[in-house]
């Protein structure tokens, strides 16, 4: 098991409404069209997460996630990809296809920028929105799930 943490905030251009990506991005402007992302000012990209994290996705673990906005949570799994590792300096996507390029964190997800809680959604309108992403790598999705909610 591996963790990492992300720390964000929120944009007016927040829309969250992709069906099939989310992202997350150190970049701090975003225009209306990038409607995958749900963060922006990101304290973390994909090449800044833990060495051990990302060495577990290459093997294939499963990832959870948690987005925690405002005394909110939302879940999400995704899987990682034999022998992927992700190189982006900016940013992090999750996806639910199984797509990959240097951003991809994990794929196969069960949720996108869309499935996301709309009141999660609707605080990251605001740019004083602060999100803590919590990421968790196991070998499976239960222990995944139990290992994310030890670190939560």
Do not use: W
């Not at 959870?64 to 005394?71: H, M, N, R």
């Not at 994990?106 to 992403?133: C, H």
């Amino acid at each position: 098991m591996a963790a990492d943490i992300v720390n964000a905030r929120g944009h007016p251009n927040v829309r969250a409404r992709h069906p099939t990506t989310m992202e997350i991005t150190k970049e701090d402007t975003l225009t209306p069209r990038g409607d995958c992302v749900i963060g922006v000012a990101a304290d973390k990209a994909a090449a800044d997460l833990s060495p051990e994290l990302l060495s577990e996705l290459a093997k294939g673990y499963s990832l959870a996630a948690a987005i925690l906005v405002g005394g909110l949570i939302d879940v999400f799994f995704a899987e990682g990809s034999p022998g992927h590792i992700p190189t982006s300096s900016t940013s992090i996507v999750i996806r639910r296809s199984s797509y990959l390029d240097e951003r991809t964190l994990g794929i196969r997800a069960t949720k996108s920028a869309r499935g996301l809680d709309r009141q999660i959604v609707n605080l990251l309108k605001k740019p004083e929105t602060e999100m803590k992403i919590v990421f968790v790598t196991a070998p499976n999705r239960r222990e995944a799930l139990i290992a994310l909610a030890a670190q939560l």
